[in-house]
């Protein structure tokens, strides 16, 4: 592991100050994702921030009856809270389904966010990726490619984003709340929060640098059967081959998320009217402009079929 300076912000504003003063910085809160890019020496920051001692791990509720997420939240702690069972059973099933139980005891709600967008070649130091080294290329191109994307894909990158909560967090039309160095607050829809890959993939958030999350709200609770699906190689401990986040109420209407198959949580809100025709007709509007390989083509029909079991298990 490479030489880096260290220090403990004691505020939002202190954190993003210290972030834009160093061009190599990092945040660090559970660091389940930044120290093993760390010690394969695929981060390499100068500088750590380390955030853990700012007061943004409580959830409250909001004005409208939504809810305020602190960034500090630890994914077992919003899996069981009672309000995000209760009201966003959604999102505390996909928190369940994600990483290990000592993974979520230690991972925050804003390091889930920005863990990194990701693929086996994307780890090798030896292979070309334009993530690691932008220009440099893509080895999943030509490569093996079971587990990465069918749609959003791009000439440069055809990794795919891993978190299940931002799936969910997407199906229910999540907002992330920051700050930047100069003070201003921002307020990012989560459909604008990831960004596909294009030309840069190294630039995965809509995030200016510095820019800290402090916050994740959802709005007030929307009601209907909410299910998420993941399907994997194996039952824990594996990231999502498709994955399904649904809210699906009585009339048939409803939200459609789809995990494991794009740079970013994968929704399209025209391809919803749909639903009421079925998961084939969902999926073909959902998919409808995915660049699958011969070897990942299987997911197009899985995303069906994924879709099928959910719509079937919220008719009960």
Not at 15 to 27: H, I, P
Not at 75 to 91: I, P, S
Not at 98 to 125: E, H, V
Request: net charge neutral; aromatic share 4%.
């Amino acid at each position: 592991m490479r030489a880096f300076t260290y220090e403990r912000a004691s505020s939002v504003e202190a954190a993003a100050v210290a972030a834009a003063q160093n061009a190599d910085a990092k945040f660090i809160a559970g660091g389940t994702n930044l120290l093993d890019l760390m010690k394969l020496e695929i981060e390499k920051p100068s500088h750590l921030i380390d955030v853990n001692g700012i007061d943004l791990d409580t959830i409250e509720r909001t004005q409208d009856g939504g809810l305020r997420i602190g960034a500090l939240v630890r994914n077992t702690d919003l899996a069981a809270d009672v309000t995000v069972r209760r009201d966003y059973g959604l999102l505390s099933r996909a928190l369940v389904a994600g990483a290990s139980g000592q993974l979520r005891n230690k991972a925050t709600t804003a390091g889930n966010l920005l863990q990194r967008t990701r693929c086996p070649y994307f780890y090798d130091p030896n292979q070309p990726c334009n993530k690691r080294n932008p220009g440099s290329g893509c080895s999943a191109i030509g490569g093996v490619t079971r587990h990465l994307g069918v749609v959003g894909v791009s000439e440069a990158c055809l990794a795919t984003h891993p978190s299940d909560m931002a799936v969910a967090m997407r199906a229910l039309d999540a907002v992330v709340e920051t700050v930047k160095p100069n003070g201003e607050k921002r307020s990012i829809p989560m459909a604008d929060f990831h960004r596909l890959p294009g030309d840069t993939p190294h630039i995965e958030t809509a995030l200016e640098h510095g820019e800290f999350i402090t916050n994740v709200v959802l709005p007030s609770p929307i009601g209907g059967k909410q299910i998420y699906r993941k399907v994997r190689d194996r039952a824990s401990y594996a990231f999502a081959l498709v994955s399904v986040a649904a809210v699906i109420h009585s009339d048939g209407s409803g939200k459609v998320a789809v995990g494991g198959v794009a740079h970013k949580p994968w929704r399209i809100e025209a391809a919803e009217a749909e639903l009421p025709n079925g998961a084939r007709a969902m999926a073909s509007a959902l998919l409808a402009d995915a660049r699958p390989t011969e070897e990942n083509k299987f997911k197009i029909s899985l995303t069906e079929r994924t879709l099928a079991a959910v719509l079937s298990e919220a008719k009960g």
